[in-house]
């Protein structure tokens, strides 16, 4: 079942998006295709910050490697920290 509602329009703006529920903590696979359908909705020149569940651990150890392999060249990523609550914080900007 999907949590995340990107409303289907695509978001031309910076935003966030918060996979921090239990959820996603409890389900990696639903958390990588919501993390990637909200980099979908995101409108180029623009960035999401993908907050996700401490839990889980630091994003490079199971997010990038995903949305690389389905975005390729399209995207950039930087992780930018650590939230006071646990999560963790991947800033993805959609070049093309």
Not at 65 to 73: S, T, V
Request: net charge negative; proline share 2%.
């Amino acid at each position: 079942m999907s949590i995340y509602n990107g409303g289907g329009r695509m978001k031309e703006n910076n935003w966030s998006v918060s996979f921090e529920m239990e959820e996603y903590e409890n389900d990696q696979a639903l958390l990588i295709e919501e993390a990637g359908n909200a980099v979908e909705t995101t409108a180029k020149g623009y960035y999401v910050n993908l907050v996700t569940p401490a839990g889980l651990g630091h994003p490079d150890l199971f997010l990038r490697d995903a949305l690389d392999e389905r975005f390729g060249d399209t995207i950039e990523m930087k992780f930018i920290d650590q939230c006071g609550c646990g999560g963790y914080v991947l800033r993805v900007w959609k070049l093309k």
